[in-house]
T-cell receptor, first 111, second 115 residues
Framework: GNSVTQMEGPVTLSEEAFLTINCTYTATGYPSLFWYVQYPGEGLQLLLKATKADDKGSNKGFEATYRKETTSFHLEKGSVQVSDSAVYFCALSQAGTALIFGKGTTLSVSS | DAGVIQSPRHEVTEMGQEVTLRCKPISGHNSLFWYRQTMMRGLELLIYFNNNVPIDDSGMPEDRFSAKMPNASFSTLKIQPSEPRDSAVYFC?????????????FGPGTRLTVT
């Protein structure tokens, strides 16, 4: 069945460091791919998305490119801020089904 | 737009009591999802509705859990009787019709503690 695997956390970085959170997926066909972010005590918010191969989703300085050849959707940001500290979830959805989430990666950024 | 609304935000109850969680999806959305989040199991889909009809309830843990969607603007998740292992954050999410790239919008969650 479909699944999402993302790197284990926590990820601890200093402010202005480069961020990569790896995400790979298993799915038949062409799923839509998402990154959601969860700040402490809050629900999940859509961060960015990509709906077809080679699409690049971007938002708030974060980027991720849909790579079908490597079945990956890695999240990157060139310079993280303390306010980016949160839990990040990679997810996929196919043919209108429910989202399938990875286990989440906790990011902690210190000043 | 008010977003997805959930109530209550926090619920503390004793084992054996009935618990009802409520959700109001975004107006115009036709799919609604209930998820449960725990440290051990992460985010799990419990059930989802399309046009008020349950489509997939395979994630509902057992008969103690039930969900209803009597109309397009309201859904409930009921646990009866509740047990300590039901303690978790329960999220409701909604989604627009196909063509919206399948993104879901989440409510703030209900934190349930069963003692």
């Amino acid at each position: 069945g479909n699944s999402v695997t993302q790197m284990e956390g926590p990820v601890t970085l200093s402010e202005e460091a480069f961020l990569t959170i790896n995400c790979t997926y298993t799915a038949t066909g062409y799923p839509s791919l998402f990154w959601y972010v969860q700040y402490p005590g809050e629900g999940l918010q859509l961060l960015l998305k990509a709906t077809k191969a080679d699409d690049k989703g971007s938002n708030k300085g974060f980027e991720a490119t849909y790579r079908k050849e490597t079945t990956s959707f890695h999240l990157e940001k060139g310079s993280v801020q303390v306010s980016d500290s949160a839990v990040y979830f990679c997810a996929l959805s196919q043919a209108g089904t429910a989202l399938i989430f990875g286990k989440g990666t906790t990011l902690s950024v210190s000043s | 737009d008010a977003g997805v609304i959930q109530s209550p935000r926090h619920e503390v109850t004793e084992m054996g009591q009935e618990v009802t969680l409520r959700c109001k999806p975004i107006s115009g959305h036709n799919s609604l999802f209930w998820y449960r989040q725990t440290m051990m199991r992460g985010l799990e889909l419990l059930i989802y509705f399309n046009n008020n009809v349950p489509i997939d309830d395979s994630g509902m843990p057992e008969d103690r859990f039930s969900a209803k969607m009597p109309n397009a603007s309201f859904s409930t998740l009921k646990i009866q009787p509740s047990e300590p292992r039901d303690s978790a954050v329960y999220f409701c999410a909604s989604r627009g019709a196909s063509g919206s790239s399948y993104e879901q919008y989440f409510g703030p969650g209900t934190r349930l503690t069963v003692t």
